[in-house]
């Protein structure tokens, strides 16, 4: 096993963190900046399952700490540091890529161990053997946006709408390869933001006709920028990333957002299998009745991951950490099970959804597992 057989000389730097009476568990998110809207929703996932395991210290000599990254990637990578010199043997954090590639120098120079629940870059998982995640790579989502608006929409031609970043710089070349593959023409790439974006997107509109938009941002600007393209009059197919889905996104966005495709992982808040009963639960209790979102969902599984690594004698060595990761296989997370490929990526993939009457409903032309 590739990862654990590396990291054997890490032994004795770690044990001396692991051999006390706490196991730390620190946690680095945007509370505030541009990313808090992720960061409000991923903690108060993660908090429903570390808040459960400190109050009945399963396993004894758990403790949270929690810093807020200020939705800044450099001091992410500096409360990453503190946390780590502090005893943190885990953390979780890294809600965007930015943010997550600041912090994987940190982890490794500290030999720990960092479990991100949204940075999505194909690729960054093979960056650091001590870097898992709990979302799945873009590389999904994009193949299933693609192969949706393409395969299942008859789409033709693609238009293409981005927010400029990291995001998009992951997600699109594997989003623009498959709809090459499948015999569609990509258009336009057009912009969004940071000034006069709108008429641009206006003006290629009133001149052109794509089958399909694709809009490749987060939730704020997705929702922007779908005001701009029905504005436009714009009737084709259009899509957005699994960003759109977070928070009060879609509740907020009203009209514009009936018929739009997004794909994400499957979530069933109905369930009454565990681990979804009781997170559903917990968490409406702990947030005045709302309901988890996806963010919060990975959130949650982020800090399973974590927990059930840190179950048992405490780990003697960076070695059996990452061994205890790479076996949980058989543990179920609420979106899905806590399996990783070699590289620290999660086995998910995504479903496509679609928003009629405000709400999103399963619309994937495949049978549900």
Same mark, same amino acid.
């Given at each position: 096993?590739?990862? *654990?057989? #590396? *990291?054997?000389?890490?032994?004795?730097?770690?044990?001396?963190?692991?051999?006390?009476?706490?196991?730390?568990?620190?946690? *680095?998110?945007? %509370? /505030?900046?541009?990313?808090?809207?992720?960061?409000?929703?991923?903690?108060? $996932? +993660?908090?429903?399952?570390?808040?459960?395991?400190?109050?009945?210290?399963?396993?004894?000599?758990?403790?949270?700490? !929690?810093?807020?990254? @200020?939705?800044?990637?450099?001091?992410?990578?500096?409360?990453?540091?503190? @946390?780590?010199?502090?005893?943190?043997?885990?953390? +979780?954090?890294?809600?965007? %890529?930015?943010?997550?590639?600041?912090?994987?120098?940190?982890?490794?120079?500290?030999?720990?161990? +960092? +479990?991100?629940?949204?940075?999505?870059?194909?690729?960054?998982?093979?960056?650091?053997?001590?870097?898992?995640?709990?979302?799945? /790579?873009?590389?999904?989502?994009?193949?299933?946006?693609?192969?949706?608006?393409?395969? %299942?929409?008859?789409?033709?031609?693609?238009?293409?709408?981005? &927010? &400029?970043?990291?995001?998009?710089?992951? @997600?699109?070349?594997?989003?623009?390869?498959?709809?090459?593959?499948?015999?569609?023409?990509?258009?336009?790439?057009?912009?969004? =933001?940071?000034?006069?974006?709108?008429?641009? #997107?206006?003006?290629? @509109?009133?001149?052109?006709?794509?089958?399909?938009i694709f809009i490749c941002a987060y939730g704020e600007e997705t929702l922007a920028t779908l005001g701009v393209v029905r504005a436009a009059k714009y009737e084709g197919s259009i899509c957005a990333t699994s960003a759109f889905v977070t928070g009060d996104v879609v509740k907020r966005a009203g009209a514009p957002a009936e018929g739009l495709y997004v794909p994400f992982v499957r979530l069933d808040l109905d369930s009454q299998q565990e681990p979804m009963k009781s997170f559903v639960k917990r968490f409406r209790a702990a947030n005045n009745?709302?309901?988890?979102?996806? !963010?919060?969902?990975?959130?949650?599984?982020?800090?399973?991951?974590?927990?059930?690594?840190?179950?048992?004698?405490?780990?003697?060595?960076? /070695?059996?950490?990452?061994?205890?990761?790479?076996?949980?296989?058989?543990?179920?997370?609420?979106?899905?099970?806590?399996?990783?490929?070699?590289? =620290?990526?999660?086995?998910?993939?995504?479903?496509?959804?679609? #928003?009629?009457? $405000?709400?999103?409903?399963?619309?994937?032309?495949?049978?549900?597992?």
């Amino acid at each position: 096993m590739r990862r *654990v057989s #590396i *990291v054997v000389a890490l032994a004795a730097l770690l044990a001396g963190g692991c051999g006390g009476p706490k196991l730390m568990v620190g946690v *680095v998110l945007p %509370t /505030s900046g541009v990313h808090k809207g992720y960061g409000a929703s991923l903690m108060a $996932g +993660i908090k429903v399952a570390l808040d459960d395991a400190v109050a009945k210290q399963s396993p004894p000599g758990i403790e949270a700490q !929690y810093r807020d990254s @200020l939705s800044n990637p450099e001091y992410a990578a500096k409360e990453a540091n503190e @946390l780590f010199k502090a005893g943190a043997l885990i953390i +979780i954090g890294g809600a965007t %890529t930015a943010e997550a590639m600041s912090m994987i120098p940190e982890a490794e120079a500290a030999k720990r161990v +960092i +479990i991100s629940p949204s940075a999505s870059k194909p690729g960054l998982a093979e960056s650091s053997n001590l870097f898992f995640r709990t979302v799945p /790579s873009d590389d999904f989502e994009a193949a299933a946006a693609a192969d949706f608006l393409v395969g %299942t929409r008859k789409a033709k031609t693609v238009l293409v709408l981005f &927010q &400029q970043g990291l995001y998009s710089e992951g @997600l699109l070349p594997v989003f623009t390869a498959e709809v090459g593959k499948l015999g569609a023409k990509l258009m336009e790439k057009l912009p969004i =933001g940071p000034t006069d974006w709108d008429k641009g #997107i206006t003006d290629f @509109l009133a001149a052109n006709k794509p089958d399909a938009i694709f809009i490749c941002a987060y939730g704020e600007e997705t929702l922007a920028t779908l005001g701009v393209v029905r504005a436009a009059k714009y009737e084709g197919s259009i899509c957005a990333t699994s960003a759109f889905v977070t928070g009060d996104v879609v509740k907020r966005a009203g009209a514009p957002a009936e018929g739009l495709y997004v794909p994400f992982v499957r979530l069933d808040l109905d369930s009454q299998q565990e681990p979804m009963k009781s997170f559903v639960k917990r968490f409406r209790a702990a947030n005045n009745g709302a309901s988890p979102d996806l !963010y919060a969902a990975y959130g949650y599984d982020a800090a399973l991951t974590a927990l059930y690594a840190l179950q048992g004698p405490p780990p003697k060595d960076a /070695s059996e950490l990452l061994v205890r990761l790479m076996s949980l296989g058989d543990k179920q997370g609420v979106t899905g099970k806590l399996a990783f490929d070699k590289s =620290g990526n999660i086995a998910h993939r995504p479903r496509m959804h679609v #928003i009629k009457g $405000g709400k999103l409903e399963d619309c994937d032309p495949s049978p549900a597992s």
